[in-house]
């Protein structure tokens, strides 16, 4: 059976009727498109259902322990070693014969989620136990661990996430607040991690959530390291890396993935260079030594993936040349952010974040009104808009002056708005008809 998307199944199953009907596949062809996508399989149910069986695991989980801390004082160390550990392994074991028996998948995938957080308790009761003390964070290392092994041998999307969050949201920022250097390797270790089993596994929330766990982790070692100034480029820095690492994608079924990464990696950069456009903040972020060690080792190997990303995009002929030029502008403005950080006060980072906004709020723009696509024009309207109106509210002038640039503005964004949909809906009535 070929491995897809739940949605593209369900598409098929309910187009391929029609498409027989109409004699655009044969019986023959029908009957092999079926076997080879798997039609005849029932669906155990969508995401949702599973989020509904997890939610329901883990308040049934909450109730057991509720019960189990009425009398957890006057039980014993053994016994309390003994109620952990039938707890974790029945929750796997049951979990694990009703997911792979095939009788209820999504409760027994639910019931190992379950497992791998009383795993999780059990590390931090153990310790109340035996009066084990600490770094805090420690315990979320050995957490990250157990829930990655359960995660690979169940292959199991939730227990990555479990890691993800585990792993880069809180041990990572805790051993970089604690020992910065290897909290830097960490968190490239750790996006290097991410990337590969999002991949693997075609997860867009483990990108999201490992990003986002890098991001912490790595700004968690440059504020311990003294190097709070060069957060905001190592932002900027992770969008690029995610905007080109999309330009490598080629597997059809992976083309979500290498979206979402591109939507993510122009987030990312949207926050930090409209921060970096007010020179207020940029100039109190002036990087007065240059590029530093810490600096370096926290941006450069993000700009090496990115430079990586857009080598094997310069190569390929069927990258779509907006989100190639995308890619290179947030790569080039990062080391262009940098230089101009250097600076007295701070005034040629400012200018480059200004100017990469407007630059990719254009481009957006365009790919837009080039394909009559909502979410591009609206996106790169509404980037212009913040952009525009933030300029406005930092210049000292008259208030008269302001009011009516806003009104202007307004109104300039109506009649395109009007303009664009009106363009739109006259190219759905043209297709409308050609059908």
Same mark, same amino acid.
């Given at each position: 059976? &070929?491995?897809?998307?739940? +949605?593209?199944?369900?598409?098929?199953?309910?187009?391929?009727?029609?498409?027989?009907?109409?004699?655009?596949?044969?019986?023959?062809?029908?009957?092999?498109?079926?076997?080879?996508?798997? $039609?005849?399989?029932?669906?155990? @149910?969508?995401?949702?259902?599973?989020?509904?069986?997890?939610?329901? /695991?883990?308040?049934? +989980?909450?109730?057991?322990?509720?019960?189990?801390? =009425?009398?957890?004082?006057?039980?014993?160390?053994?016994?309390?070693?003994?109620?952990?550990?039938? %707890?974790?392994?029945?929750?796997?074991?049951?979990?694990?014969?009703?997911?792979?028996? !095939?009788?209820?998948?999504?409760?027994?995938?639910?019931?190992?989620?379950?497992?791998?957080?009383?795993?999780?308790?059990?590390?931090?009761?153990?310790? *109340?136990?035996?009066?084990?003390?600490?770094? =805090?964070? +420690?315990?979320?290392?050995?957490?990250?661990?157990?829930?990655?092994?359960?995660?690979?041998?169940?292959?199991?999307?939730?227990? $990555?996430?479990?890691?993800?969050?585990?792993?880069?949201?809180?041990? @990572?920022?805790?051993?970089?607040?604690?020992? !910065?250097?290897?909290?830097?390797?960490?968190?490239?270790?750790?996006? #290097?991690?991410?990337? @590969?089993?999002?991949?693997?596994?075609?997860?867009?929330?483990?990108?999201?959530?490992?990003?986002?766990?890098?991001?912490?982790?790595?700004?968690?070692?440059?504020?311990?390291?003294?190097?709070?100034?060069?957060?905001?480029?190592?932002?900027?820095?992770?969008?690029?890396?995610? #905007?080109?690492?999309?330009?490598?994608?080629?597997?059809?079924?992976?083309?979500?993935?290498?979206?979402?990464?591109?939507?993510?990696?122009?987030?990312?950069?949207?926050? #930090? #260079?409209?921060?970096?456009?007010?020179?207020?903040? %940029?100039?109190?972020? *002036?990087?007065? *030594?240059?590029?530093?060690?810490?600096?370096?080792?926290?941006?450069?190997?993000?700009? /090496?993936?990115?430079?990586?990303?857009?080598?094997?995009?310069?190569?390929?002929?069927?990258?779509?040349?907006?989100?190639?030029? &995308?890619?290179?502008?947030?790569?080039?403005?990062?080391?262009?952010?940098?230089?101009?950080?250097?600076?007295?006060?701070?005034?040629?980072?400012?200018?480059?974040?200004?100017?990469?906004?407007?630059? $990719?709020?254009?481009?957006?723009?365009?790919?837009?009104?080039? =394909?009559?696509?909502?979410?591009?024009?609206?996106?790169?309207?509404?980037?212009?808009?913040?952009?525009? /109106?933030?300029?406005?509210?930092?210049?000292?002038?008259?208030? =008269?002056?302001?009011?009516?640039?806003?009104?202007?503005?307004?109104? $300039?964004?109506?009649?395109?708005?009007?303009?664009?949909?009106?363009?739109?809906?006259?190219? &759905?009535?043209?297709?409308?008809?050609?059908?």
């Amino acid at each position: 059976m &070929e491995r897809t998307s739940r +949605g593209f199944r369900e598409g098929l199953r309910r187009e391929l009727p029609a498409w027989r009907t109409e004699g655009l596949v044969s019986d023959e062809a029908a009957r092999a498109l079926a076997a080879r996508y798997d $039609l005849a399989r029932a669906e155990p @149910g969508g995401p949702s259902f599973l989020a509904v069986y997890v939610l329901g /695991a883990l308040l049934v +989980g909450a109730g057991v322990v509720s019960l189990v801390a =009425w009398h957890w004082e006057a039980m014993s160390a053994a016994a309390k070693l003994a109620t952990l550990g039938v %707890a974790m392994a029945s929750a796997h074991v049951a979990g694990f014969w009703l997911w792979k028996s !095939g009788r209820s998948e999504r409760l027994g995938h639910a019931l190992t989620v379950l497992g791998t957080l009383v795993f999780g308790a059990s590390i931090g009761l153990v310790a *109340q136990i035996f009066q084990v003390s600490g770094a =805090w964070w +420690g315990a979320f290392g050995a957490f990250t661990v157990g829930a990655l092994a359960a995660a690979l041998l169940y292959d199991s999307v939730p227990q $990555l996430l479990l890691a993800a969050v585990g792993g880069l949201w809180l041990f @990572g920022p805790g051993l970089a607040s604690d020992h !910065g250097l290897w909290g830097i390797a960490l968190g490239h270790a750790g996006a #290097a991690a991410a990337a @590969g089993l999002a991949w693997r596994a075609r997860s867009r929330a483990l990108l999201v959530v490992g990003a986002v766990g890098v991001a912490l982790t790595l700004a968690s070692a440059l504020d311990a390291l003294h190097a709070d100034a060069a957060v905001l480029p190592l932002i900027a820095a992770l969008g690029a890396a995610l #905007a080109a690492a999309a330009l490598v994608v080629r597997d059809p079924a992976r083309l979500p993935l290498g979206a979402a990464a591109r939507l993510l990696g122009r987030l990312a950069f949207y926050g #930090a #260079a409209y921060l970096l456009s007010f020179h207020e903040l %940029a100039s109190h972020l *002036q990087l007065e *030594q240059g590029v530093t060690r810490d600096l370096a080792l926290g941006v450069v190997p993000l700009l /090496a993936a990115a430079g990586a990303g857009l080598a094997a995009g310069l190569r390929r002929d069927d990258v779509d040349p907006l989100a190639r030029g &995308e890619a290179m502008l947030l790569a080039a403005t990062v080391l262009a952010v940098v230089a101009g950080l250097s600076l007295e006060a701070g005034r040629g980072a400012t200018l480059v974040a200004n100017l990469a906004l407007a630059f $990719l709020a254009i481009g957006r723009i365009v790919r837009g009104l080039s =394909w009559l696509a909502r979410g591009p024009f609206w996106e790169g309207m509404a980037v212009a808009g913040v952009l525009v /109106a933030s300029r406005f509210l930092e210049i000292e002038t008259r208030l =008269w002056l302001k009011g009516a640039a806003f009104i202007a503005c307004g109104v $300039l964004v109506l009649v395109a708005g009007v303009a664009f949909e009106r363009r739109r809906a006259q190219r &759905e009535e043209v297709d409308h008809a050609l059908a």
